[in-house]
C-alpha cells in the first residue's frame, strides 16, 4: 500500500517493448522529449476515443478490446484501461510539464466521470453508444424508467483505480474543476456510507447496509459447507478477493493525504480492523477470500469453494505490515507471526502454495475442469491458478525488519515510502523506448487480440499498459535532464 506520492507513481516501472537485446544508441534530451510528445500526441488524438481507453487495439486500430470485444462507444475501467493511461499522463505531466499531457489526463477523467453510476463508483467500462448507455444508471443522465445496472464494484480495482487518478487529477487541477471535484467527493462519501459496521465491504455496492443487520464478530468455521456450487449473489458478502479491500484502503489513505479529511484515513483504518476480525482461528489463522454476514469462509464464482486462500492471505500480511508503517500501531502486526507459520507448513512439496485449503482438515483443495471439488490437481481448469507462489520466507524477512524498526526509524519508513518513485531511467532502457516508437509515435509489439478468436489474423498490436509503462520512462528521463 502506499501513500499520496507512492500511489502518485502508481504505473509500474519496467519495459515492454519488442526489439533487440543489443544495446541501443543513447537517446539526446531532444529526442527523448520529442519522443514523449509523439506517443502523447498519438495515443491521446488517435487512439483514445470519448477521451478513454481499452486494454488492447490492432496495430491499425480497427479492432480492440477490454475484458472482451469492443467498439470505439466503448472503454474500460478496470486496469490497465483508462484510469491506468490517465494516471501515466497525469505523472508525465507533473514531471515534464508538456500541455498535451495534461489535456490527455483531463480528458480521460471527463470520461470518468461520465461512466460514474448513480451508486458513486464503477463498473468494469462506460458505454457511449445510446442503446448500451441506456442500459446504466450513470449519474451525469437522467434516471430511466427501466431498472439500469447500478452495482458499483471493487473487484479487479475499478472504483479505486478510478478513484486514484481522479483525486491526483483534482489535487493538479488544484481543486478549482468543479464537476471532477464533486465527482470525487460523492463517490469517497458512498464508499464510507457503503463500509459495513465491521470495516469490511463487499465485491459491491449499491445501497449502503442497514447496521442493525450486520453484527460485529470474529470469523468462525461454519458446521458444515456445501461441497457444491450453490450460486447465489456473492458478491455483497465481504470479500478480500483480488485484493479488494487492500486496494481500497490505499486510495482511503491517499484521499485522506490529499484533502486531509481524518474520516478517509479513519474508513481505512476500520477496513484494516477488519483483516484482524477476518483472521481464522487455529489450526487454520489466515484468510478466506470471502465471508458470508456470519463471518463464515463461503463460496463465491463457481471455482471458488469456501476455503482458506494461500493467495490472498499472503497479501493481507503485506497490507498489515503497509498499515502498521503508516500508523505504527503494532495490533497490525499481532496476526503475522502465527499466520506465517502456518502458511510455512501449508507450502505443497514443490514449495509453492495451494490456492484453496479445506475448512479444518487444510488438506489442498481443487476443482476439476467440471468444476468438481477434488484434492487432486491433476484435471484443473486452465483459467484460473489454483497454485500460487509462496512468498511466506520474503514476508517474514519483512516482518521481521519492520517489526525491529525504532521509532524514528519509522517514520524514516514512512517517508521513504511517501517518496516519489522519479529515478532516472539507464540511457540504454530510454533509447530501446524511443527506438521503439514508430513514425506514428506508437509502440507496436508482437501480440493477438484475446476476445476476437483463434481465426483472428492481429499478431501486431498496440496495449496500453505498455504505453504507461514507456511513458514513464521517458518521462522520468526528461524531468532527470531537462
Known amino acids: 500500500m502506499n501513500r499520496v506520492a507512492a500511489v502518485l507513481s502508481g504505473i509500474v516501472l519496467g519495459l515492454t517493448v519488442a526489439g533487440s537485446e543489443l544495446p541501443a544508441a543513447e537517446s539526446t534530451p531532444t529526442e527523448v522529449r520529442r519522443s514523449l510528445i509523439r506517443a502523447a500526441e498519438f495515443y491521446t488524438r488517435h487512439v483514445a476515443t470519448h477521451g478513454g481507453y481499452v486494454y488492447r487495439y490492432s496495430a491499425d486500430l480497427q479492432k480492440s478490446e477490454g475484458e472482451g470485444k469492443t467498439t470505439r462507444d466503448t472503454v474500460w475501467v478496470q486496469p490497465p484501461g483508462t484510469p491506468t493511461v490517465g494516471l501515466a499522463l497525469l505523472e508525465a505531466w507533473e514531471r515534464t510539464g508538456e500541455p498535451v499531457l495534461l489535456e490527455g489526463a483531463t480528458a480521460a477523467g471527463e470520461c470518468l466521470i461520465q461512466g460514474q453510476l448513480r451508486s458513486g463508483g464503477w463498473t468494469d467500462r462506460i458505454e457511449f453508444a445510446d442503446s448500451d448507455r441506456r442500459k446504466f444508471a450513470y449519474r451525469v443522465d437522467p434516471p430511466a424508467k427501466k431498472r439500469q445496472f447500478n452495482v458499483s464494484t471493487f473487484d479487479d480495482d475499478k472504483t479505486q483505480s478510478a478513484l486514484r487518478f481522479l483525486i491526483r487529477l483534482d489535487a493538479a487541477r488544484k481543486f478549482q474543476d468543479a464537476p471532477l471535484h464533486e465527482a470525487v467527493t460523492f463517490a469517497l462519501e458512498a464508499i464510507l456510507k457503503n463500509q ?168 489442498p483443495l481443487y476443482l476439476t475442469k467440471t468444476y468438481e471439488l477434488t484434492y487432486d490437481d491433476g484435471d484443473l481448469p486452465t483459467h484460473y491458478g489454483f497454485q500460487v507462489p509462496s512468498r511466506v520466507n520474503e514476508l517474514q524477512k519483512q516482518y521481521d525488519r519492520i517489526a525491529g524498526l525504532s521509532a524514528d526509524k519509522l517514520v524514516r519508513q514512512r517517508r521513504s515510502r511517501a517518496a516519489p518513485k522519479s529515478s532516472q531511467p539507464s540511457a540504454d532502457e530510454v533509447a530501446r523506448v524511443v527506438e521503439a516508437l514508430d513514425d506514428r509515435g506508437a509502440w507496436v509489439e508482437p501480440g493477438r487480440l484475446k476476445y476476437h478468436g483463434k481465426a483472428d489474423p492481429t499478431d501486431r498490436i498496440i496495449d496500453s499498459a505498455t504505453f504507461a509503462r514507456n511513458l514513464d520512462v521517458l518521462s522520468r528521463a526528461v524531468a532527470a535532464k531537462p
Request: net charge negative; hydrophobic share 35%; aromatic share 16%.
Open 196 to 363: 459495513f459496521p465491521n470495516g469490511g465491504w463487499g465485491q459491491g455496492f449499491e445501497t449502503p447496509p442497514d447496521p442493525a443487520k450486520f453484527p460485529v464478530q470474529p470469523a468462525s468455521y461454519p458446521e458444515s459447507w456445501p461441497r457444491k456450487y450453490p450460486g447465489g449473489d456473492y458478491w455483497w458478502f465481504y470479500t478480500f478477493n483480488d485484493n479488494a479491500i487492500a486496494d481500497t484502503i490505499e486510495m482511503l489513505l491517499l484521499a485522506g493525504e490529499v484533502y486531509r479529511e481524518d474520516r478517509y484515513q479513519a474508513a481505512a483504518l476500520k477496513a484494516a480492523d477488519f483483516i484482524l476480525l477476518a483472521q481464522m482461528p487455529e489450526p487454520q489463522p489466515a484468510w478466506a477470500q470471502q465471508y458470508d454476514f456470519q463471518m463464515h469462509p463461503v463460496w463465491a464464482r463457481k471455482f471458488e469453494p469456501a476455503a482458506i486462500s494461500g493467495g490472498e492471505s499472503q497479501g493481507l500480511i503485506r497490507t498489515l505490515l503497509d498499515v502498521y508503517v503508516e500508523t505504527g500501531d503494532r495490533k497490525y502486526l499481532e496476526p503475522i507471526p502465527r499466520a506465517l507459520a502456518y502458511l510455512k507448513r501449508s507450502e505443497l512439496p514443490d514449495g509453492r502454495l495451494s490456492r484453496f485449503y479445506e475448512l479444518q482438515t487444510n488438506k
